[in-house]
């Protein structure tokens, strides 16, 4: 190694080097046996095996049980602009060969580690990118990253969504803002399958707008002729879009957000739908379900798509009651024949666990309960087979009985 005295380095734990060699991003700081020269915040460390040998070029972050995430295991590689460019034209190559992108071009280009950059997510909304910088080293590298991405995507306006809690576990602050070609405003309009949508890159959730259910909005639509559908936390009513557009009789979207219901309507005014076909409820689901229950309420299809029940694996126990007694209310709302689409976005909730509680609630409600078809986050979130942890949203498509 060059420089080997100056470089800052990191040493593992003697037997530690397991996970690295399954190509594993993650260093977690019980794995390290001794730090070398210093690293600040967001600093590449050269990550040593415990004999020495050089393993991997790495992000060092102080603060955070992820001491270190893997930029790249070759030596001769620099994390410099030339490495950017590198990383993101790989990565939206594989995004132009999934979708006609003239047609979609609303598309996850990043998906952090599963792209080889971790801590990285970048969404491209037309000609509007929207970066968030997950980790020490990501926010250290903004400069290299934000001059690549110009370099493949020239003249787009780019906006930082780093409003994210988990960057104040790598004692970084929270941070917004544009870094390139201000807009006076976040609203962005993009094509989905036929759909014109509104996102908000300023003021809407995450980076804007649920990218990751397109596949799964264009399900709903395949079902949809003729159904009246209940659209549980709806955000901007995209599943309602696509279902209208499958030819619906009525959709009834629920969300707690104002705003959210607001762009719902217009989401519906912009594709010309026939708005007397759509109702937007303000109100909270779980507390709507059980009025509806007892009203005697029913649907041809519900679709169940909560916010994410647990953040940590202490909280999986309790999530799961949470995901089963939602199911199970959802599922007494839908009739004889119906369906439920019903997703979990919790990373730590896997599949089979998920099908369980599924199972669980369709015991509780007295219902069969088939699995027609099992659905996943779109291919512009994909998953690198060294980093399972990247596979997060997952739903059923459930017949009811
Ligand atoms: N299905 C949406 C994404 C849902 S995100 C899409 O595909 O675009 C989760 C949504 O649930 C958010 O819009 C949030 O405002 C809403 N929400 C959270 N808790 C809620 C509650 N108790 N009742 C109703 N809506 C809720």
Redesign the pocket.
């Known amino acids: 190694m060059n420089n080997s005295s100056t470089v800052p380095a990191v040493i593992l734990a003697e037997g530690r080097e397991k996970a690295l060699n399954r190509k594993h991003p993650w260093i977690f700081s019980n794995a390290i046996a001794k730090v070398h020269n210093t690293p600040n915040r967001g600093d590449t460390v050269a990550v040593l095996s415990s004999k020495g040998e050089w393993l991997a070029w790495a992000a060092y972050s102080p603060a955070s049980q992820i001491r270190a995430r893997i930029w790249s295991f070759q030596q001769h590689e620099q994390i410099d602009q030339a490495f950017f460019k590198q990383r993101l034209q790989r990565a939206w190559r594989l995004r132009q060969s999934l979708f006609n992108t003239e047609e979609t071009n609303g598309l996850r280009v990043v998906a952090a580690e599963s792209d080889g950059l971790p801590g990285i997510t970048i969404d491209k909304y037309q000609d509007v990118l929207v970066v968030q910088l997950l980790s020490a080293g990501a926010d250290a590298k903004r400069k290299q990253l934000v001059a690549a991405l110009l370099e493949v995507f020239p003249k787009h306006s780019i906006y930082e969504r780093s409003d994210v809690d988990v960057r104040k576990k790598e004692g970084l602050p929270l941070v917004t803002g544009w870094l390139h070609l201000p807009r006076d405003s976040g609203e962005v309009l993009i094509k989905e399958h036929g759909m014109t949508l509104v996102v908000d890159v300023v003021n809407g ?1 995450k980076t804007g707008f ?1 990218l990751d ?1 397109r596949v799964n909005r264009a399900a709903l639509r395949r079902f949809a002729k003729d159904a009246n559908i209940l659209n549980c ?4 009513g ?2 309602a879009v696509a279902a209208l557009m499958g030819g619906a009789k009525h959709v009834t979207n ?4 104002d705003l ?1 219901l607001e762009t719902a309507a217009r989401n519906a005014e912009l594709n010309r739908l026939d708005l007397s076909k759509l109702s937007n409820q303000k ?4 507390k709507l379900l059980r009025q509806y229950q007892e009203q005697g309420k029913t649907f041809d299809i519900v679709v169940l ?3 994410k029940f647990a953040d940590n694996k202490a909280q999986l126990n309790s999530a799961c009651r949470g995901y089963k007694d939602i199911n199970r209310v959802a599922m007494q709302l839908v009739k004889p024949g119906g369906l439920l689409f019903t997703f979990s976005c919790s990373g730590l909730m896997e599949e089979s666990l998920f099908q369980k509680v599924v199972a669980d609630a369709a015991l509780d409600a007295k219902r069969d309960c088939l699995f027609i078809e099992r659905l996943q986050q779109d291919s512009d979130h994909p998953v690198a087979s060294f980093y399972p942890e990247g596979y997060y949203l997952k739903g059923l498509i459930c017949k009811i009985y």
Not at 233 to 236: A, D, I, L, V
Not at 254 to 257: E, G, K, N, T
Not at 283 to 286: H, M, Q
């Open positions: 959730h649920y259910q936390f709806s955000y901007t995209t599943f629920v969300d707690l957000s959210a109100a909270d689901v779980f798509d909560p916010p």
